[in-house]
């Protein structure tokens, strides 16, 4: 949480150095998430989103308060070019968080109004469950397709689950 404020003054930082950039893409995974939404929240009360105006944002394994993730989506997503969210409903680490956090953690189910990863690959205990984002291959490759090449899902080689937004890996 003390990390938050300074996230945000790099990315100020940032925008003020390089006029030139277009969008900045910032990858959230695990613990990260919650750097990021408590970052946004600042953004909000300090009323500096538009740091984050052109940002492709992608959440992996959130390890974060669901509705604290929820709230802070809805209060941003307009500002934001893009927000993409893989979610695993058997994520091991993320199950073992409840217990320790005592509420339910964001990356173990869909989030509506943005774009939906449901990542079915990643399962069992093995690797404590969200480390398995990282080692596969065809996540890997998706996340590249989304954030470097700026593909839309349905050109992407996932599965649609029948929601719009919504797809499987």
């Given at each position: 949480q003390k990390?938050?404020?300074?996230?945000?003054?790099y990315l100020d930082e940032i925008n003020?150095?390089?006029?030139?950039?277009t969008k900045i893409d910032i990858i959230a995974h695990s613990m990260g998430n919650y750097l990021l939404i408590k970052s946004l929240q600042i953004a909000?009360?300090?009323?500096?989103?538009?740091?984050?105006k052109n940002s492709h944002i992608v959440c992996i394994a959130a390890d974060v308060s669901r509705t604290e993730y929820i709230e802070t989506v809805n209060k941003v997503k307009d500002n934001i070019m893009k927000w993409t969210h893989y979610y695993n409903p058997s994520d091991a680490a993320l199950l073992a968080s409840i217990i320790a956090?005592?509420?339910n953690r964001a990356g173990l189910s869909a989030i509506q109004e943005i774009e939906l990863i449901?990542?079915?690959?990643?399962?069992?205990w093995s690797n404590m469950g969200n480390h398995g984002y990282i080692d596969n291959q065809q996540i890997q490759t998706d996340i590249k397709k989304a954030v470097i090449d700026d593909i839309e899902p349905h050109h992407r080689e996932?599965?649609?689950?029948?929601?719009e937004q919504c797809w499987a890996i």
């Amino acid at each position: 949480q003390k990390s938050a404020p300074y996230f945000i003054e790099y990315l100020d930082e940032i925008n003020k150095i390089m006029l030139k950039i277009t969008k900045i893409d910032i990858i959230a995974h695990s613990m990260g998430n919650y750097l990021l939404i408590k970052s946004l929240q600042i953004a909000i009360n300090e009323n500096k989103l538009n740091i984050f105006k052109n940002s492709h944002i992608v959440c992996i394994a959130a390890d974060v308060s669901r509705t604290e993730y929820i709230e802070t989506v809805n209060k941003v997503k307009d500002n934001i070019m893009k927000w993409t969210h893989y979610y695993n409903p058997s994520d091991a680490a993320l199950l073992a968080s409840i217990i320790a956090n005592t509420n339910n953690r964001a990356g173990l189910s869909a989030i509506q109004e943005i774009e939906l990863i449901h990542s079915i690959q990643i399962t069992g205990w093995s690797n404590m469950g969200n480390h398995g984002y990282i080692d596969n291959q065809q996540i890997q490759t998706d996340i590249k397709k989304a954030v470097i090449d700026d593909i839309e899902p349905h050109h992407r080689e996932l599965t649609s689950n029948g929601h719009e937004q919504c797809w499987a890996i």
